[in-house]
């Protein structure tokens, strides 16, 4: 079964901002494919620009602990596995709220994140930008 193409996370990045314009909040959006290899990221104009790093750190961590919701995965932070994980990602793995993961059937292929909103926001918008592909 085929990846992540270039354009489904372009299409997935438009997605993700047109929602965030309708919330009214600025952010990026970062588009992983199931290894953790990024596909696709932007920000939108005014971002912080860490925000690209946290959005893309969320959709990690995602397809890291195999097509969770990042959101799903803030009870396990403090977790010394969890923390074992994100050392030796040098801190590229965010468990917060932001992520979705994108399936094809019951096979993970992807997860998108975004940051710049709140937690609930972030998600929202990820959740958009995976229906747009999915």
Avoid: C
């Avoid at 199931?34 to 961590?61: C, Q, V, Y």
């Avoid at 468990?95 to 993961?101: D, F, I, K, S, Y």
């Amino acid at each position: 079964m085929a990846g992540i193409t270039l354009v489904e996370g372009m299409k997935a990045l438009e997605a993700g901002f047109q929602r965030a314009r309708e919330l009214d909040i600025i952010v990026a959006v970062s588009v992983v494919d199931a290894r953790g290899d990024l596909i696709a990221s932007a920000r939108m104009d005014g971002s912080l620009w860490w925000w690209t790093e946290t959005s893309r750190a969320k959709a990690f961590a995602s397809v890291t602990y195999g097509g969770m919701k990042s959101g799903d995965l803030i009870d396990r932070s403090n977790n010394p596995v969890s923390q074992a994980l994100v050392h030796m990602h040098q801190g590229r793995m965010a468990l917060q709220q932001g992520a979705v993961p994108l399936f094809r059937g019951a096979v993970l292929f992807g997860a998108i994140g975004a940051a710049g909103g709140s937690g609930a926001e972030d998600e929202d918008v990820s959740a958009m930008a995976v229906q747009s592909i999915s």
